[in-house]
């Protein structure tokens, strides 16, 4: 078990640290064998997620151009708030259809209204793909059959007949594994950091505000907040920055294997060695961070101006960080300033605020709780901004 960020940095980047534990329940997932990107390793891993990256990229991740799509679910999500209508909302689940959507509409070119009656059974299926064996692998067969000429699935298919390197394993089962890996590492972690975002927000109101203010000053009043409004908002990057490291919604990375003896800080860790990173207990380290149990957007604030830190990891670190962290701290930023900027987050009337508690299991979840969002303004969003 690794509990210090420096030295999970420095294990993490070596190659000999790449493994995963190869587990029978595993396999279980991806059709008996090791497929896909999150729990797959070796060669097989390398070749998939090259491949996957390749191709995402070619769809817009890691550059503006998803933006676009991340807007049309942050527009959704505003005026499904805004229907609402001051009532009280549960908050468990209520991001997760906009936040689907994102990766659906990527993969599949279609996105999922909250009524939808499919909805039910895929979320369930993710969540049955993140905790037991196949979960949405049952499901993707059924909702991209007919689509498999949309996006992605269209160019991994296209790139299997046209490559050269060999990379014929590429087939059904191993899109099939890829794609369950890219719903369930986005999706779950998304819409869980978001309800901890609203618990963190309705806790401490005076920081949201605070974000509020700085909203209004450079954002201004009837749009959405958007990408290119980032770099001059270090105060609400600081707001997301400690509701990752204060929820710190994954309490363990992935496991990793050590694929040959490993020498580090003078001690050596043998081959098939599992390797755990708690980044909970570095996320609140009591010798790194100020008053860790504390929240205080202010730790990630220097001169006025937001500064990352080494020492938050919520998408890992070292050669096998989450590929997909672009497009989720994009996602994260939008979602979670639009909130701040057109609502503020109440208790119901007659109800005793929430506590902060954990449900912990593959992601630590808030307890359950309801809230409701009060419109800062009368104005309509406009989509476009």
């Known amino acids: 078990m690794i509990f210090d960020a420096d030295l999970a940095r420095e294990i993490l980047s070596k190659n000999e640290s790449t493994g995963r534990p190869h587990l029978e329940i595993l396999k279980m997932r991806t059709f008996g064998e090791l497929r896909g990107i999150l729990f797959n390793d070796g060669a097989s891993w390398q070749r998939q997620r090259r491949f996957a990256l390749h191709h995402l990229r070619d769809l817009g991740m890691g550059r503006s151009t998803l933006e676009g799509i991340v807007q049309r679910e942050v527009t959704d999500l505003v005026q499904r708030l805004r229907d609402t209508a001051g009532r009280p ?11 689907l959507n994102v990766p659906w509409e990527i993969v599949a070119g279609i996105r999922f209204q909250p009524d939808d009656p499919r909805l039910p059974v895929i979320l369930r299926s993710l969540s049955d ?12 067969p ?26 014929v394993e590429i087939l ?15 999706t779950g972690t998304n819409s869980v950091t978001l309800e901890w975002a609203v618990l963190l927000l309705l806790l401490h109101p005076e920081c949201g505000r605070r974000a509020r203010q700085e909203l209004n000053s450079v954002v201004g009043p009837g749009r959405l907040v958007t990408l290119e ?27 990793h294997r050590a694929e040959a003896d490993i020498t580090v800080a003078g001690y050596r860790i043998p081959k098939d060695s599992r390797l755990l990173v708690n980044l909970y207990a570095i996320h609140h380290d009591p010798e790194y961070w100020v008053d860790p149990l504390e929240f205080r957007p202010d730790r990630f604030l220097h001169d006025g101006q937001y500064r990352p830190d080494k020492h938050l990891m919520p998408f890992g670190v070292g050669k096998r960080v989450c590929m997909g962290e672009s497009l989720a701290r994009m996602e994260q930023f939008l979602f979670l300033a639009n909130i701040v900027h057109h609502f503020e987050v109440l208790t ?23 809230v409701v969002f009060r419109p800062t ?8 901004g």
């Open 89 to 99: 909302v549960a908050v468990d689940h209520f991001f997760n259809v906009n936040v």
């Open 129 to 140: 793909a993140s905790s037991r064996s196949t979960g949405l692998l049952n499901l993707i």
């Open 142 to 167: 059924v909702l991209l059959g007919p689509q498999l000429g949309a996006p992605i699935a269209h160019k991994l298919y296209s790139g299997v007949r046209r490559n050269r390197d060999g990379l």
């Open 172 to 186: 059904k089962l191993t899109l099939y594994s890829v794609l369950m890996d890219l719903f369930t590492a986005s």
């Open 229 to 255: 409004d980032r770099a001059r908002l270090p105060y609400t990057q600081a707001l997301l920055a400690e509701v990752l490291r204060r929820s710190s919604t994954l309490a363990l990375a992935v496991p």
């Open 348 to 370: 119901p009337a007659g109800e005793k605020a929430p506590r902060f508690d954990y449900i912990c299991g593959t992601r630590n979840s808030p307890a359950p709780f309801r």
């Open 377 to 384: 303004d009368a104005q309509a969003v406009n989509e476009s």
